[in-house]
């Protein structure tokens, strides 16, 4: 707490404090409970979280945090956006359909930016994303060349880089299940976050 927000009415300083203390407590084995898409709809008001999503939000730290963090983005963005520059915060999409007997070659996000593309290698897999030449905010992502996260629907980073000069990035698939097998374990989704500095 800054000595500035001591001169605070009682009110203010004890909801300060009250947030100072749940981002900061330490919750032994967190992570992100909550995917970017899930927060940034609640803070939109398209969507309300559910009593357990509203309880995974309580009982974690780092995604209060998260949660923080993007309120902060959307307000900033809110009040001074860049003119003529699309704003991004963040893409999400499922896992359609489960197919037992064909191994996963790609998914996409909800808003058709955002291709995930699995290539099998001899121990495992490569995951690749690329971003659509046609997203309204690619010629933006390209030029500042953000550093950019996959998360599954758990929270766990799949891929983490920065875009090359065509719009992709690559890595090594980083769990020991097949891609289509692991993002059934966590609720089947997925998102593509910009990782704040």
């Given at each position: 707490?800054?000595?500035?927000?001591?001169?605070?009415?009682?009110?203010?300083?004890?909801?300060?404090?009250?947030?100072?203390?749940?981002?900061?407590?330490?919750?032994?084995?967190?992570?992100?409970?909550?995917?970017?898409?899930?927060?940034?709809?609640?803070?939109?008001?398209?969507?309300?979280?559910?009593?357990?999503?509203?309880?995974?939000?309580?009982?974690?730290?780092?995604?209060?945090?998260?949660f923080r963090q993007l309120s902060l983005g959307r307000r900033a963005?809110?009040?001074?956006?860049?003119?003529?520059?699309?704003?991004?915060?963040?893409?999400?999409?499922?896992?359609?359909?489960?197919?037992?007997?064909?191994?996963?070659?790609?998914?996409?996000?909800?808003?058709?930016?955002?291709?995930l593309h699995f290539l099998p290698q001899q121990d495992g897999w490569?995951?690749?994303?690329?971003?659509?030449?046609?997203?309204?905010?690619?010629?933006?992502?390209?030029?500042?060349?953000?550093?950019?996260?996959?998360?599954?629907?758990?929270?766990?980073?799949?891929?983490?880089?920065?875009?090359?000069?065509?719009?992709?990035?690559?890595?090594?698939?980083?769990?020991?299940?097949?891609?289509?097998?692991?993002?059934?374990?966590?609720?089947?989704?997925?998102?593509?976050?910009?990782?704040?500095?």
């Amino acid at each position: 707490m800054k000595e500035s927000d001591l001169n605070l009415p009682q009110d203010e300083l004890d909801a300060r404090l009250r947030e100072q203390l749940l981002l900061s407590r330490a919750v032994p084995g967190d992570r992100l409970m909550l995917a970017d898409a899930t927060l940034l709809a609640a803070l939109d008001g398209t969507r309300v979280l559910t009593p357990n999503e509203r309880q995974a939000l309580a009982a974690s730290p780092l995604t209060l945090r998260r949660f923080r963090q993007l309120s902060l983005g959307r307000r900033a963005s809110v009040l001074s956006p860049a003119a003529n520059d699309p704003v991004w915060s963040g893409s999400s999409g499922m896992l359609r359909a489960a197919s037992t007997s064909e191994a996963l070659e790609s998914l996409v996000t909800d808003d058709g930016c955002w291709t995930l593309h699995f290539l099998p290698q001899q121990d495992g897999w490569q995951v690749i994303l690329s971003l659509s030449a046609d997203a309204p905010f690619a010629a933006r992502l390209l030029r500042e060349q953000l550093l950019l996260r996959v998360i599954d629907g758990g929270g766990a980073i799949v891929l983490q880089g920065r875009l090359d000069t065509d719009g992709e990035c690559e890595r090594a698939w980083p769990f020991a299940s097949a891609p289509g097998e692991h993002f059934q374990l966590y609720g089947a989704g997925f998102a593509v976050e910009p990782v704040a500095p």
